[in-house]
Protein backbone atom coordinates (compact mmCIF):
# COMPACT_ATOMS: atom_id res chain seq x y z
CA UNK A 1 0.00 0.00 0.00
CA UNK A 2 0.75 3.69 -0.36
CA UNK A 3 -0.45 6.88 1.18
CA UNK A 4 -0.86 10.38 -0.90
CA UNK A 5 -1.47 12.70 2.11
CA UNK A 6 -0.36 15.91 2.94
CA UNK A 7 0.76 16.90 6.06
CA UNK A 8 -0.57 20.18 6.84
CA UNK A 9 -4.78 19.26 5.70
CA UNK A 10 -7.55 17.87 8.26
CA UNK A 11 -8.27 15.35 5.26
CA UNK A 12 -5.68 13.26 5.41
CA UNK A 13 -5.23 13.68 9.15
CA UNK A 14 -8.01 11.67 9.71
CA UNK A 15 -6.60 8.40 8.08
CA UNK A 16 -3.52 9.25 9.95
CA UNK A 17 -4.93 9.01 13.04
CA UNK A 18 -6.94 6.10 11.78
CA UNK A 19 -3.31 4.43 10.72
CA UNK A 20 -1.66 5.84 13.92
CA UNK A 21 -4.47 4.04 16.35
CA UNK A 22 -4.38 0.70 14.75
CA UNK A 23 -0.37 0.54 15.01
CA UNK A 24 0.47 -0.03 11.24
CA UNK A 25 2.95 1.74 9.20
CA UNK A 26 2.02 2.86 5.13
CA UNK A 27 4.75 4.47 3.76
CA UNK A 28 3.07 7.95 2.42
CA UNK A 29 4.05 10.70 -0.27
CA UNK A 30 3.37 14.13 0.33
CA UNK A 31 1.33 15.77 -1.94
CA UNK A 32 2.24 19.69 -2.10
CA UNK A 33 -1.39 21.24 -2.03
CA UNK A 34 -0.14 24.81 -1.32
CA UNK A 35 2.09 24.54 -4.66
CA UNK A 36 -1.11 22.88 -6.68
CA UNK A 37 0.45 19.42 -7.19
CA UNK A 38 -2.66 17.54 -6.92
CA UNK A 39 -3.78 19.58 -9.94
CA UNK A 40 -1.21 18.35 -12.51
CA UNK A 41 -1.51 15.87 -15.33
CA UNK A 42 0.65 13.61 -12.77
CA UNK A 43 -1.56 13.48 -9.92
CA UNK A 44 -4.49 13.15 -11.70
CA UNK A 45 -3.63 10.04 -13.22
CA UNK A 46 -3.95 9.07 -9.01
CA UNK A 47 -7.13 10.95 -8.25
CA UNK A 48 -8.86 12.63 -10.80
CA UNK A 49 -10.92 14.53 -8.00
CA UNK A 50 -7.60 16.06 -7.24
CA UNK A 51 -7.78 15.39 -3.35
CA UNK A 52 -6.09 13.83 -0.57
CA UNK A 53 -5.80 11.50 0.93
CA UNK A 54 -5.50 8.65 -1.58
CA UNK A 55 -4.51 4.68 -0.63
CA UNK A 56 -2.81 3.06 -3.58
CA UNK A 57 -3.84 -0.74 -2.92
CA UNK A 58 -1.12 -3.43 -4.07
CA UNK A 59 -3.26 -4.42 -7.19
CA UNK A 60 -3.26 -0.74 -7.80
CA UNK A 61 -6.61 0.43 -7.42
CA UNK A 62 -6.74 3.92 -5.67
CA UNK A 63 -9.26 4.67 -2.89
CA UNK A 64 -9.91 8.22 -2.29
CA UNK A 65 -12.82 9.71 0.38
CA UNK A 66 -12.05 9.05 4.13
CA UNK A 67 -14.20 6.69 4.81
CA UNK A 68 -13.55 4.11 2.10
CA UNK A 69 -10.26 4.03 2.82
CA UNK A 70 -10.75 3.69 6.64
CA UNK A 71 -13.16 0.93 5.73
CA UNK A 72 -10.68 -0.79 3.63
CA UNK A 73 -7.82 -0.33 6.63
CA UNK A 74 -10.99 -1.98 8.83
CA UNK A 75 -11.54 -5.11 7.23
CA UNK A 76 -7.51 -5.24 6.81
CA UNK A 77 -6.81 -4.75 10.64
CA UNK A 78 -9.61 -5.61 12.90
CA UNK A 79 -7.37 -4.32 15.74
CA UNK A 80 -8.61 -2.40 17.46
CA UNK A 81 -11.64 -1.78 15.90
CA UNK A 82 -12.41 1.69 15.13
CA UNK A 83 -15.93 1.69 13.45
CA UNK A 84 -17.52 -0.30 16.17
CA UNK A 85 -17.91 -3.60 17.50
CA UNK A 86 -21.65 -4.71 16.86
CA UNK A 87 -23.95 -3.79 13.84
CA UNK A 88 -25.64 -1.56 15.67
CA UNK A 89 -22.39 0.20 16.81
CA UNK A 90 -20.99 0.17 13.22
CA UNK A 91 -24.10 1.54 12.05
CA UNK A 92 -24.03 4.29 14.31
CA UNK A 93 -20.32 4.91 13.77
CA UNK A 94 -21.68 5.51 10.11
CA UNK A 95 -24.42 8.04 10.99
CA UNK A 96 -22.02 9.90 13.33
CA UNK A 97 -19.00 10.22 11.03
CA UNK A 98 -21.64 11.32 8.59
CA UNK A 99 -23.14 13.77 10.13
CA UNK A 100 -19.68 15.13 11.47
CA UNK A 101 -18.47 15.57 7.37
CA UNK A 102 -21.40 16.91 5.90
CA UNK A 103 -22.15 19.18 8.87
CA UNK A 104 -19.20 19.93 10.71
CA UNK A 105 -16.46 18.86 8.11
CA UNK A 106 -18.13 20.64 5.24
CA UNK A 107 -19.23 23.79 7.45
CA UNK A 108 -15.87 24.41 8.44
CA UNK A 109 -14.50 24.02 4.66
CA UNK A 110 -17.80 26.69 3.35
CA UNK A 111 -16.09 29.34 5.86
CA UNK A 112 -12.36 28.45 4.89
CA UNK A 113 -12.39 28.17 0.91
CA UNK A 114 -15.07 30.90 0.53
CA UNK A 115 -12.89 33.59 2.96
CA UNK A 116 -8.69 33.01 2.36
CA UNK A 117 -7.35 34.71 -0.31
CA UNK A 118 -5.27 32.18 -1.52
CA UNK A 119 -8.67 30.15 -2.38
CA UNK A 120 -9.92 32.80 -4.90
CA UNK A 121 -11.62 30.78 -7.42
CA UNK A 122 -11.22 27.61 -5.85
CA UNK A 123 -13.76 27.55 -3.48
CA UNK A 124 -14.79 23.92 -4.17
CA UNK A 125 -12.19 21.33 -3.78
CA UNK A 126 -11.42 19.30 -7.40
CA UNK A 127 -10.56 20.12 -10.24
CA UNK A 128 -12.97 22.67 -11.48
CA UNK A 129 -12.84 26.42 -10.64
CA UNK A 130 -15.92 28.34 -8.54
CA UNK A 131 -15.91 31.31 -7.38
CA UNK A 132 -15.96 32.05 -3.49
CA UNK A 133 -19.71 33.25 -2.40
CA UNK A 134 -18.95 35.43 0.88
CA UNK A 135 -22.28 34.70 2.26
CA UNK A 136 -21.28 31.12 2.58
CA UNK A 137 -18.08 31.98 5.75
CA UNK A 138 -20.82 33.33 8.18
CA UNK A 139 -23.42 30.13 6.91
CA UNK A 140 -20.50 28.09 7.89
CA UNK A 141 -19.66 29.42 11.06
CA UNK A 142 -22.90 29.28 12.18
CA UNK A 143 -23.32 25.45 11.09
CA UNK A 144 -20.24 24.79 12.76
CA UNK A 145 -21.11 26.34 16.05
CA UNK A 146 -24.79 24.55 15.81
CA UNK A 147 -23.31 21.37 15.25
CA UNK A 148 -20.41 21.86 18.35
CA UNK A 149 -23.34 22.59 20.61
CA UNK A 150 -25.25 19.57 19.52
CA UNK A 151 -21.93 17.11 20.44
CA UNK A 152 -22.03 18.34 23.61
CA UNK A 153 -25.62 17.69 23.56
CA UNK A 154 -24.42 14.10 22.81
CA UNK A 155 -21.16 13.68 24.86
CA UNK A 156 -23.30 14.21 27.94
CA UNK A 157 -23.05 11.03 30.32
CA UNK A 158 -20.75 9.16 27.26
CA UNK A 159 -17.26 9.52 27.20
CA UNK A 160 -17.05 8.96 23.35
CA UNK A 161 -19.17 9.99 20.66
CA UNK A 162 -20.53 6.58 20.23
CA UNK A 163 -20.96 5.37 23.57
CA UNK A 164 -17.78 4.14 25.32
CA UNK A 165 -15.72 3.63 22.65
CA UNK A 166 -13.17 5.45 20.61
CA UNK A 167 -13.98 5.34 17.17
CA UNK A 168 -13.53 7.34 14.14
CA UNK A 169 -16.75 9.40 15.10
CA UNK A 170 -13.85 10.58 17.26
CA UNK A 171 -11.13 11.28 15.12
CA UNK A 172 -13.53 13.14 12.60
CA UNK A 173 -14.88 15.47 14.98
CA UNK A 174 -11.59 16.19 16.71
CA UNK A 175 -10.03 16.82 13.24
CA UNK A 176 -13.33 18.69 12.96
CA UNK A 177 -12.24 21.16 16.30
CA UNK A 178 -8.89 21.33 14.99
CA UNK A 179 -9.56 22.71 11.78
CA UNK A 180 -12.26 25.01 12.98
CA UNK A 181 -9.40 27.31 14.76
CA UNK A 182 -7.91 28.08 11.27
CA UNK A 183 -11.39 30.57 11.32
CA UNK A 184 -10.92 31.27 14.92
CA UNK A 185 -13.64 28.96 16.03
CA UNK A 186 -12.96 27.87 19.23
CA UNK A 187 -15.48 25.75 22.08
CA UNK A 188 -16.48 27.80 24.61
CA UNK A 189 -16.76 27.60 28.14
CA UNK A 190 -20.44 26.43 28.01
CA UNK A 191 -19.96 23.62 26.43
CA UNK A 192 -18.85 21.71 29.21
CA UNK A 193 -18.83 17.80 27.51
CA UNK A 194 -17.40 18.57 24.46
CA UNK A 195 -13.90 20.43 25.86
CA UNK A 196 -13.64 17.36 28.43
CA UNK A 197 -13.78 14.95 25.61
CA UNK A 198 -11.55 17.49 23.21
CA UNK A 199 -9.27 17.27 26.16
CA UNK A 200 -9.68 13.24 26.27
CA UNK A 201 -9.05 12.65 22.78
CA UNK A 202 -6.41 15.43 22.21
CA UNK A 203 -4.25 13.69 24.68
CA UNK A 204 -3.99 10.30 22.73
CA UNK A 205 -0.64 9.79 21.04
CA UNK A 206 -2.48 9.18 17.66
CA UNK A 207 -3.39 12.93 17.69
CA UNK A 208 0.03 14.26 17.25
CA UNK A 209 -0.18 12.28 13.45
CA UNK B 1 -37.89 -2.15 13.05
CA UNK B 2 -39.58 0.50 11.59
CA UNK B 3 -38.71 3.10 9.05
CA UNK B 4 -39.87 6.67 8.91
CA UNK B 5 -40.22 7.62 5.54
CA UNK B 6 -41.79 9.99 2.80
CA UNK B 7 -43.12 8.88 -0.62
CA UNK B 8 -42.01 11.62 -2.09
CA UNK B 9 -38.51 12.56 -1.35
CA UNK B 10 -35.28 11.44 -2.68
CA UNK B 11 -32.84 10.79 0.62
CA UNK B 12 -35.90 7.74 1.84
CA UNK B 13 -36.12 6.71 -1.97
CA UNK B 14 -32.58 4.57 -1.76
CA UNK B 15 -33.75 3.40 1.32
CA UNK B 16 -36.65 2.03 -0.24
CA UNK B 17 -35.05 0.69 -3.17
CA UNK B 18 -32.24 -0.76 -0.92
CA UNK B 19 -35.37 -2.85 0.90
CA UNK B 20 -36.82 -3.81 -2.12
CA UNK B 21 -33.68 -5.07 -3.53
CA UNK B 22 -32.85 -7.49 -0.34
CA UNK B 23 -36.46 -8.38 -0.43
CA UNK B 24 -37.27 -7.82 2.79
CA UNK B 25 -40.35 -6.39 4.47
CA UNK B 26 -40.02 -3.33 6.77
CA UNK B 27 -43.25 -1.26 8.36
CA UNK B 28 -43.06 1.76 7.45
CA UNK B 29 -44.66 5.35 8.52
CA UNK B 30 -44.94 8.19 6.23
CA UNK B 31 -43.51 12.11 7.78
CA UNK B 32 -45.47 14.67 6.16
CA UNK B 33 -42.19 16.63 4.66
CA UNK B 34 -44.60 18.94 2.99
CA UNK B 35 -46.53 19.66 6.24
CA UNK B 36 -43.50 20.45 8.32
CA UNK B 37 -43.99 17.40 10.09
CA UNK B 38 -40.48 16.71 10.62
CA UNK B 39 -40.18 19.72 12.48
CA UNK B 40 -42.55 19.47 15.48
CA UNK B 41 -42.01 17.80 18.69
CA UNK B 42 -42.66 14.39 18.19
CA UNK B 43 -40.85 13.73 15.26
CA UNK B 44 -37.83 15.74 17.09
CA UNK B 45 -37.65 12.75 19.60
CA UNK B 46 -37.26 10.25 16.87
CA UNK B 47 -34.80 12.66 14.81
CA UNK B 48 -33.76 16.02 16.31
CA UNK B 49 -31.83 16.80 12.72
CA UNK B 50 -35.58 16.93 11.63
CA UNK B 51 -34.54 14.42 8.44
CA UNK B 52 -35.65 11.40 7.05
CA UNK B 53 -34.94 8.47 6.46
CA UNK B 54 -34.73 7.21 10.18
CA UNK B 55 -34.96 3.36 10.91
CA UNK B 56 -36.00 2.39 14.31
CA UNK B 57 -34.60 -0.06 15.86
CA UNK B 58 -36.04 -3.02 17.87
CA UNK B 59 -33.66 -2.17 21.17
CA UNK B 60 -35.24 1.89 20.63
CA UNK B 61 -31.97 3.03 18.50
CA UNK B 62 -32.65 5.37 15.78
CA UNK B 63 -30.50 5.04 12.62
CA UNK B 64 -30.64 8.51 10.46
CA UNK B 65 -28.22 8.68 7.45
CA UNK B 66 -28.90 6.62 4.80
CA UNK B 67 -25.73 5.30 4.91
CA UNK B 68 -25.60 3.73 8.10
CA UNK B 69 -28.94 2.71 7.13
CA UNK B 70 -28.30 0.76 4.69
CA UNK B 71 -25.10 -0.58 6.47
CA UNK B 72 -27.07 -1.86 9.14
CA UNK B 73 -29.02 -3.68 6.41
CA UNK B 74 -26.32 -4.90 4.91
CA UNK B 75 -24.86 -6.89 8.19
CA UNK B 76 -28.40 -7.97 9.10
CA UNK B 77 -29.63 -9.20 5.81
CA UNK B 78 -26.29 -9.95 3.69
CA UNK B 79 -28.02 -11.49 0.51
CA UNK B 80 -28.70 -10.00 -2.14
CA UNK B 81 -24.85 -7.72 -1.67
CA UNK B 82 -25.82 -4.72 -2.13
CA UNK B 83 -22.33 -2.97 -0.68
CA UNK B 84 -20.12 -5.17 -2.67
CA UNK B 85 -18.71 -8.68 -2.37
CA UNK B 86 -14.75 -8.22 -0.95
CA UNK B 87 -13.17 -5.53 1.19
CA UNK B 88 -12.09 -3.88 -1.99
CA UNK B 89 -15.35 -3.83 -3.65
CA UNK B 90 -16.40 -2.37 -0.54
CA UNK B 91 -14.44 0.17 -0.51
CA UNK B 92 -15.13 1.05 -3.94
CA UNK B 93 -18.95 0.97 -2.96
CA UNK B 94 -18.05 3.53 0.01
CA UNK B 95 -16.17 5.83 -2.22
CA UNK B 96 -18.45 5.99 -4.82
CA UNK B 97 -21.50 6.51 -2.86
CA UNK B 98 -19.44 9.37 -0.89
CA UNK B 99 -18.70 11.04 -4.20
CA UNK B 100 -22.60 10.83 -5.52
CA UNK B 101 -23.66 12.02 -2.17
CA UNK B 102 -21.46 15.10 -1.94
CA UNK B 103 -20.72 15.92 -5.92
CA UNK B 104 -24.30 14.94 -7.32
CA UNK B 105 -26.92 14.53 -4.57
CA UNK B 106 -25.92 17.67 -2.47
CA UNK B 107 -25.15 19.35 -5.48
CA UNK B 108 -28.85 19.02 -6.81
CA UNK B 109 -30.16 19.62 -2.81
CA UNK B 110 -27.94 23.37 -3.33
CA UNK B 111 -29.74 24.05 -6.76
CA UNK B 112 -33.07 22.62 -5.48
CA UNK B 113 -33.44 24.50 -2.04
CA UNK B 114 -32.12 27.99 -2.83
CA UNK B 115 -35.00 28.58 -6.00
CA UNK B 116 -38.21 26.69 -4.57
CA UNK B 117 -40.17 29.49 -2.95
CA UNK B 118 -41.39 26.96 -0.45
CA UNK B 119 -37.85 26.24 0.81
CA UNK B 120 -37.76 30.11 1.38
CA UNK B 121 -35.68 30.67 4.65
CA UNK B 122 -35.52 26.53 4.69
CA UNK B 123 -32.03 26.50 2.39
CA UNK B 124 -30.72 23.40 4.34
CA UNK B 125 -32.40 20.75 6.02
CA UNK B 126 -32.65 20.63 9.72
CA UNK B 127 -34.20 22.42 12.73
CA UNK B 128 -32.28 25.68 12.08
CA UNK B 129 -33.28 28.31 9.21
CA UNK B 130 -31.18 29.39 6.95
CA UNK B 131 -31.76 31.98 3.98
CA UNK B 132 -31.91 31.05 0.20
CA UNK B 133 -28.38 32.07 -1.37
CA UNK B 134 -29.09 32.40 -5.12
CA UNK B 135 -25.62 31.91 -6.23
CA UNK B 136 -26.17 28.42 -5.37
CA UNK B 137 -28.81 27.68 -7.69
CA UNK B 138 -26.49 27.68 -10.70
CA UNK B 139 -23.16 26.40 -8.74
CA UNK B 140 -25.11 23.15 -7.61
CA UNK B 141 -26.70 22.92 -11.51
CA UNK B 142 -23.08 23.00 -12.81
CA UNK B 143 -21.71 20.51 -10.34
CA UNK B 144 -24.12 18.04 -11.02
CA UNK B 145 -23.86 18.92 -14.90
CA UNK B 146 -19.97 18.15 -13.85
CA UNK B 147 -20.76 15.16 -11.80
CA UNK B 148 -22.75 13.32 -14.91
CA UNK B 149 -19.92 13.91 -17.19
CA UNK B 150 -17.26 12.13 -14.37
CA UNK B 151 -20.50 8.89 -13.80
CA UNK B 152 -20.44 8.53 -17.63
CA UNK B 153 -16.50 8.36 -17.72
CA UNK B 154 -16.92 5.53 -15.02
CA UNK B 155 -19.33 3.99 -16.92
CA UNK B 156 -17.35 3.12 -20.28
CA UNK B 157 -16.66 -0.56 -20.28
CA UNK B 158 -18.35 -1.51 -17.14
CA UNK B 159 -21.97 -2.71 -16.50
CA UNK B 160 -22.81 -0.94 -12.89
CA UNK B 161 -20.72 2.38 -10.88
CA UNK B 162 -18.62 -0.39 -9.59
CA UNK B 163 -17.29 -3.58 -12.18
CA UNK B 164 -20.09 -6.20 -12.96
CA UNK B 165 -22.50 -5.75 -9.48
CA UNK B 166 -25.32 -3.78 -8.76
CA UNK B 167 -24.95 -1.55 -5.44
CA UNK B 168 -25.79 1.07 -3.54
CA UNK B 169 -23.37 2.79 -5.60
CA UNK B 170 -25.96 2.82 -8.07
CA UNK B 171 -29.29 2.73 -5.75
CA UNK B 172 -27.74 7.03 -4.96
CA UNK B 173 -26.94 7.48 -8.76
CA UNK B 174 -30.45 6.58 -10.20
CA UNK B 175 -32.03 8.56 -7.18
CA UNK B 176 -29.62 11.79 -8.14
CA UNK B 177 -30.67 11.16 -11.98
CA UNK B 178 -34.39 11.43 -10.74
CA UNK B 179 -34.10 14.28 -8.25
CA UNK B 180 -32.29 16.02 -11.49
CA UNK B 181 -35.94 16.10 -13.06
CA UNK B 182 -36.95 18.33 -10.56
CA UNK B 183 -34.65 21.12 -11.20
CA UNK B 184 -35.16 20.45 -15.14
CA UNK B 185 -31.35 18.79 -15.34
CA UNK B 186 -31.75 15.79 -17.56
CA UNK B 187 -28.77 13.37 -19.28
CA UNK B 188 -27.86 14.60 -22.63
CA UNK B 189 -27.29 12.01 -25.87
CA UNK B 190 -23.57 12.54 -25.92
CA UNK B 191 -23.49 10.64 -22.39
CA UNK B 192 -24.21 7.36 -24.08
CA UNK B 193 -22.88 5.09 -21.05
CA UNK B 194 -24.76 6.78 -18.76
CA UNK B 195 -27.82 6.71 -20.94
CA UNK B 196 -27.36 3.36 -21.01
CA UNK B 197 -26.96 2.60 -17.20
CA UNK B 198 -29.97 4.83 -16.36
CA UNK B 199 -32.33 2.64 -18.35
CA UNK B 200 -30.72 -0.27 -16.81
CA UNK B 201 -31.88 0.38 -13.65
CA UNK B 202 -34.84 1.90 -13.97
CA UNK B 203 -35.29 -1.48 -15.23
CA UNK B 204 -35.21 -3.38 -12.05
CA UNK B 205 -38.56 -3.41 -10.41
CA UNK B 206 -36.98 -1.70 -7.15
CA UNK B 207 -36.61 1.77 -9.38
CA UNK B 208 -40.56 1.59 -8.89
CA UNK B 209 -39.92 2.19 -4.86
Known amino acids: MKFYDCKTAPSPRRVRIFIAEKGIEVPAVQVDLAGGEQLGAAFKKINQDCTVPVLELDDGTHLTEVFAICHYLEEKFPEPALLGGSATE?????MWNTKIESNGLA????????RAKGMQGRALTG????????ELVDRGRRRFELFMGKLDRQLQGTEYIVGDIFTLADISALVAC????????SIDDAKADLRRWYQLVSARPSAQA
Chains 1, 2 share one sequence.
Open 127 to 134: PDDYEQIP
Open 107 to 114: ALAETFRN
Open 178 to 185: DFAAWSRI
Open 90 to 94: RALVV
